[in-house]
């Protein structure tokens, strides 16, 4: 028996890499009714673009900050995959190749320090909640990872 690495056979998953993309330009899409300023921009990017050519192309992205867990149940906590898939635009509708990218955490209540203190700021939205929002609304290649420039944790995938 050889130890030696063989070929992936056809039926095999492919290995793909968990390292983040790295758009030239990313169209921000926030949250409704988030308050106090954007997040910084990912990917080393100075700024957020303010052009819908951010929506085409395997050079642009479209991050979605997404809101606050609506119901009470989950104020504290993440919130349901429900929430976090209506928020996430159907690949569909973008261009073929559009890479979407979401964010880990939610968007602040807003408020200042006692917003935080009393549980209405960001919550963190763990990578597999994201990924199965993705995967629901159509996307492929879907990947995560830190990105060591703007500290985040991102879920991403390509409208096919």
């Given amino acids: 028996m050889s130890l030696a690495a063989s070929p992936a056979s056809p039926s095999s998953p492919e290995r793909r890499s968990s390292r983040p993309p790295s758009p030239a330009r990313a169209r921000l899409v926030r949250a409704p009714g988030a308050a106090g300023k954007p997040p910084a921009a990912p990917f080393g990017l100075g700024s957020w ?93 879907i990947g995560g990872a830190h990105d060591g420039a703007s500290g985040y944790d991102l879920v991403w995938g390509r409208a096919p």
């Fill in 49 to 141: 673009s303010d052009d819908d050519d951010a929506e085409g192309g395997n050079d642009a992205a479209v991050v979605v900050e997404l809101a606050a867990p609506a119901s009470s149940a989950s104020a504290s906590g993440p919130p349901a995959l429900a929430e976090v898939v209506a928020q996430v635009p159907r690949a569909s509708t973008l261009a073929s190749g559009t890479l979407v990218v979401v964010l880990g955490r939610t968007a602040g209540g807003g408020g200042g320090l006692m917003a935080r203190l009393f549980g209405r700021g960001p919550i963190e939205v763990p990578r597999a909640l994201r990924g199965s929002a993705l995967a629901a609304r159509g996307y492929v290649a």
